[in-house]
Nanobody
Framework: QVQLVESGGGLVQAGGSLRLSCAASGRAFSNYAMGWFRQAPGKEREFVST????????YYADSVKGRFTISRDNAKNTVYLQMNNLKPEDTAAYYC??????????????????WGQGTQVTVSS
């Protein structure tokens, strides 16, 4: 069992930055691919980024590539999402997710078994 707790959301002006954190409880954190997804009101949950469990390869949605950076600290059981040059269209609830040894289809939320409660990010224009 893995529990995930996100933090770091808030209100920021366009062009600003935020860093989200996701703290995981439970063992074997390093065996989980860790992903970030987001969901805006009235829209489906969408993939943002994932960091691989075995080699720390990272993957990003085209909409955030070059602006967001995902990283993990296995010693702290924590994954981060650094978000720079934020845009109003980045406004959403951001969710952290963990998938046991996920190696394919990182963008598919069904690959992840554990989810956090979400943290709200609001970007004003």
């Amino acid at each position: 069992q893995v529990q995930l707790v996100e933090s770091g959301g808030g209100l920021v002006q366009a062009g600003g930055s935020l860093r989200l954190s996701c703290a995981a409880s439970g063992r074997a954190f390093s065996n989980y691919a860790m992903g970030w997804f987001r969901q805006a009101p009235g829209k489906e949950r969408e993939f943002v980024s994932t960091i691989n469990w075995s080699n720390d390869n990272t993957y990003y949605a085209d909409s955030v590539k070059g602006r967001f950076t995902i990283s993990r600290d296995n010693a702290k059981n924590t994954v981060y999402l650094q978000m720079n040059n934020l845009k109003p269209e980045d406004t959403a609830a951001y969710y952290c997710a963990a998938g046991w040894r996920v190696t394919t289809n990182y963008f598919d939320p069904r690959r992840y078994s554990y989810w956090g409660q979400g943290t709200q990010v609001t970007v004003s224009s």
